[in-house]
């Protein structure tokens, strides 16, 4: 049997920290899309772009909130 770990909100918002997002702890998929959009449109965020991209080529294994959060906030906000 094969264990996949999902993409929760805890690990997107890791994944946004490790590129240096300000990010409270315990803070949903959307604040933390709406922290790292907030920030790339003041100061830009290297690498955002391409996690979004990663990320996104795992929707299989992305929980819906996460994938809500990205396409409601950064998939317009980064094009």
């Known amino acids: 049997m094969m264990i996949v770990e999902l993409i929760d909100g805890?690990?997107?918002r890791a994944?946004?920290?490790a590129l240096d997002v300000r990010i409270p702890d315990h803070a949903?998929?959307?604040?933390c899309a709406r922290m790292?959009?907030?920030k790339?449109?003041?100061?830009?965020?290297p690498g955002l772009q391409e996690l979004?991209?990663?990320l996104m080529a795992h929707t299989d294994v992305?929980?819906?909130?996460?994938?809500?959060a990205i396409e409601r906030?950064?998939?317009p906000g980064l094009r």
């Open 15 to 17: 994944r946004l920290q």
């Open 52 to 54: 979004v991209r990663e």
């Open 62 to 68: 992305m929980l819906p909130s996460v994938r809500q």
């Open 28 to 31: 949903c998929p959307e604040t």
């Open 36 to 38: 790292a959009l907030r």
């Open 40 to 45: 790339h449109v003041e100061v830009g965020v």
């Open 10 to 12: 805890d690990d997107f």
């Open 73 to 75: 906030f950064l998939l």
